[in-house]
């Protein structure tokens, strides 16, 4: 997705959130004064998008549509845009997340050498059914 994709999606996600509500005033968005009606699964799937946004170069515009929708969710009460929108939200503020040098931002990790799963050692169904039969097989 480009650039101007993301940059409009965070400014759609803000004004729709906002119209007829306070919050309008405060990010100075003019032109439409009226609520507009959107549901729980609408504010989810915006959600979904900004969380695109925030890890692909639109973190700072991303992260206030994020504010807006979370603003919206609370006004209406819908609890699973709530749940999705906070997660997201806490997680960012976690440390984890760092920006490169293409401006995009991931999560850093640190992986440590695991050893392999199962043991050499490792008793399994296979190797007591081998047992047993190379013990009756003897007397």
Not at 76 to 91: M, T
Request: aromatic content about 6%.
């Amino acid at each position: 997705m480009s650039t101007t994709s993301l940059q409009s999606l965070c400014q759609l996600s803000s004004r729709i959130s906002t119209c007829g509500y306070p919050r309008q005033h405060v990010r100075k968005y003019k032109g439409i004064n009226t609520r507009m009606s959107v549901s729980s699964e609408f504010l989810v799937q915006l959600i979904t998008g900004i969380y695109y946004a925030l890890y692909n170069g639109e973190a700072d515009m991303a992260s206030k549509a994020l504010d807006d929708v979370l603003y919206r969710a609370q006004l209406e009460l819908y609890p699973e845009a709530l749940l999705v929108g906070n997660a997201i939200k806490s997680s960012l503020h976690g440390g984890a997340l760092k920006s490169n040098n293409e401006g995009t931002r991931c999560i850093q990790v640190e992986i440590t050498p695991t050893s392999s799963r199962i043991s050499r050692n490792a008793v399994t169904s296979l190797s007591i059914r081998g047992h047993r039969w190379k013990r009756h097989g003897k007397h």
